[in-house]
């Protein structure tokens, strides 16, 4: 099982994850698939302005609530958050929230080709003539 990522933003350090309830609840609340979401989010790092408001402020609010926080502790942070440092300065955030979200597990440490992997391979080299 995933687990909920430190993200240092305007609000904070804070756990975030979007589990399936809460990519559910995002696509619900801004009224389009989480691809679309994410779509929007990320062309806006491009330079793009695609990006709905319920886009942001839910995209962050929900991941709160998936790292741990309560829902009225995630409403309040990221309302509190939005005042102070608006809504421009959290579009990376939410594009981050959404990436480690959708985004599989990592294994970083091991390198190494799974074994049926490296079986494989060795199969299909023909030998040395």
Same mark, same amino acid.
């Given at each position: ?8 933003? $305007? @609000? *904070? ?6 589990? +399936?309830? /809460?990519? %559910?609840? !995002?696509?619900?609340?801004? =009224? ?13 790092? $491009? @330079? *793009? ?6 886009? +942001?402020? /839910?995209? %962050?609010? !929900?991941?709160?609530?998936? =790292? ?29 929230? !959404? ?31």
């Amino acid at each position: 099982m995933r687990e909920p990522q430190m993200i240092n933003w $305007a @609000g *904070g350090e804070n756990p975030f994850l979007l589990r +399936i309830g /809460e990519m %559910l609840a !995002l696509e619900k609340a801004c =009224g389009t698939g989480i691809g679309a979401i994410f779509g929007r989010v990320s062309l806006s790092l $491009a @330079g *793009g302005s695609q990006w709905h408001v319920a886009d +942001i402020t /839910e995209t %962050l609010r !929900l991941g709160l609530i998936g =790292g741990g926080a309560s829902r009225e502790d995630a409403q309040r942070l990221v309302a509190t958050t939005v005042d102070r440092a608006g809504l421009m300065d959290l579009v990376p955030v939410a594009a981050t929230v !959404l990436l480690i979200s959708l985004q599989g597990e990592s294994d970083d440490q091991d390198d190494d080709p799974p074994p049926a992997a490296d079986d494989q391979k060795k199969k299909e080299t023909p030998p040395p003539a």
